[in-house]
């Protein structure tokens, strides 16, 4: 049998539909390959992109900003020793690109300037912490990668 070049056209537009529609379908239906969005209200957390890009040069304005270190007990958080611990407030996010799962949310209480997040909360790899804080009426934001 011979193949004139029209066949030819037609075969090599059926193999690439179906070269294309074989990874579409195994893209879909494999866990493997399964991601969540960074956020389940993408829209309303863009709207507020503007009160945080505020809130991070309120403090990148303090003389000095939060830090944190890794203990055995935990993850302490570590906020600026000139400031009042009793009149700071707000809450701490951390997030696990790899499983939502485990995100959570806790709110700060301090002792002594410090805010300890238990181990056993924590698994070991990458995490994005997010401290919104307020102190005396004005809030401030502290957003960081960490390597747990």
Known sequence: ??????TGVVLAFIGFISFIMFFVIRMNTNDKYD?????????????EYQN??????????????????KTSEGLEIIFPEQ???DEIKGKVFL??????????ETSI??????????DKRLLDGR??????????GKSYLYKKEIVY
């Not at 049998?1 to 029209?6: D, E, Y």
């Not at 991601?35 to 709207?47: F, G, I, M, N």
């Not at 209480?109 to 238990?118: E, G, W």
């Open 95 to 104: 997030y696990r690109p790899s499983n939502k799962q485990v995100d959570f």
């Open 1 to 6: 049998m011979k193949i004139n070049w029209g």
């Open 83 to 85: 400031l009042k611990a």
């Open 127 to 136: 995490w994005n912490i997010k401290v919104d804080w307020q102190y005396n």
């Open 109 to 118: 209480s301090l002792s002594n300037h410090n805010l300890l997040i238990p």
């Open 35 to 47: 991601h969540d969005l960074v956020t389940e209200d993408y829209y309303k957390a863009e709207l």
């Open 52 to 69: 945080d890009i505020n809130k991070e040069e309120n403090s990148q304005n303090l003389a000095s900003d939060i830090t944190w270190e």
